[in-house]
């Protein structure tokens, strides 16, 4: 019997899992140096990423919602900031039909 297992890179940084949203925030594990994970919480304020509360376990990010593609692009360095619900109303006026 043969198994295969998937290799994943662990350059420090890289997103594991998220953005989710839990506890009124949004939160998401990074991956370390030493290969191990750190949860991070977003602050809306800085528009930053920072090391989360130690209360915050990984099984609740695991098993928190996904985070919409649309508003996890905003949580990311060097997205666009969103344009609103009038931007998505005027991109279907435009399409083509």
Do not use: C
């Not at 890289?14 to 991956?31: A, N, Y």
């Not at 695991?62 to 109303?89: H, Q, R, T």
């Amino acid at each position: 019997m043969k198994a295969q297992m998937m290799h994943v890179d662990t350059i420090p940084g890289r997103v594991l899992v998220g953005p989710k949203r839990l506890k009124g925030g949004f939160v998401r594990i990074v991956s370390q140096r030493n290969g191990s994970g750190l949860i991070e919480r977003y602050d809306q304020v800085s528009g930053a990423w920072h090391p989360a509360p130690q209360a915050i376990s990984f099984g609740e990010v695991w098993s928190a919602p996904d985070v919409p593609k649309i508003v996890g692009a905003d949580l990311n360095p060097g997205s666009a900031p969103d344009p609103g619900p009038e931007a998505a109303k005027l991109k279907q006026q435009k399409r083509p039909r």
